[in-house]
């Protein structure tokens, strides 16, 4: 892709981004703000409670997997301009919107609970793992630059395969990070996020299981 394409993809990206974001915090203001629950004392959570700590499960798992599933939504806008599938191309648009919307919440959440989008430490320490970023993969199961370079470069079915597997090493890694934040996040709406993820990731893996088999390829 030229540098020019590549442009145009990450404000597109960045547009819809904004988008999503301002509609979750307009989502999230209309769960959290109740008259009779309000409190001069305190931030309120989602749930109705104190808000999480900087350093909770709750707001690493916020931060972690937004950066996470953006990878999946750049991953999937790309392949669906190189495939004319129409299974994979609706299988991306799926994750496009899922994803996109949930990464929307967790960044409003983080916003309603006055805690910073990003932070100094180190990815996955919320799970108590250490992580050494390679090639712009930061965290387990995502893709390096190499691989989206590749995903970039393929078309037809070539794409289709590469995508089934960069998107179910994602998923892979993705659910279990959901089913620890499910464990042991302290706010209902981080737990009922997470649990919905676990699922919705795992029943996607075997789909694209049966999507490689029927192109001849293995997982």
């Known amino acids: 892709m030229t540098s020019a394409g590549r442009t145009v993809g990450t404000r597109r990206l960045a547009v819809a981004g904004v988008a999503v974001l301002l509609l979750a915090l307009g989502l999230v203001a209309l769960m959290v703000v109740r008259p009779s629950s309000a409190s001069s004392s305190g931030s309120a959570s989602p749930a109705g409670r104190s808000a999480p700590a900087d350093g909770s499960v709750d707001a690493g798992f916020a931060r972690d997997m937004s950066v996470h599933h953006q990878q999946a939504v750049e991953m999937s806008f790309i392949v669906r301009d190189r495939t004319d599938d129409e299974d994979v191309r609706r299988l991306a648009y799926d994750i496009i919107n899922t994803q996109a919307?949930?990464?929307?919440?967790?960044?409003?959440?983080?916003?309603?609970w006055g805690l910073p989008k990003s932070?100094?430490?180190?990815?996955?320490?919320?799970?108590?793992?250490?992580?050494?970023?390679?090639?712009?993969?930061?965290?387990?199961?995502?893709?390096t630059d190499a691989q989206l370079d590749a995903l970039r470069a393929a078309k037809g079915q070539e794409?289709?395969?590469?995508?089934?597997?960069?998107?179910?090493?994602?998923?892979?890694?993705?659910?279990?990070?959901?089913?620890?934040?499910?464990?042991?996040?302290?706010?209902?709406?981080?737990?009922?996020?997470?649990?919905?993820?676990?699922?919705?990731q795992r029943s996607e893996i075997a789909l694209m299981a049966d999507m490689l088999h029927a192109r001849g390829a293995r997982p």
């Open 159 to 200: 794409a289709e395969i590469l995508y089934l597997r960069l998107m179910t090493a994602h998923h892979t890694a993705g659910a279990e990070m959901a089913q620890a934040a499910a464990d042991s996040a302290t706010t209902d709406a981080i737990r009922n996020l997470a649990t919905g993820m676990v699922r919705g």
């Open 119 to 143: 932070s100094a430490v180190p990815p996955m320490r919320w799970m108590g793992h250490t992580v050494t970023p390679h090639d712009g993969a930061l965290m387990p199961g995502m893709a």
């Open 101 to 112: 919307n949930q990464r929307g919440m967790m960044l409003g959440w983080l916003e309603m």
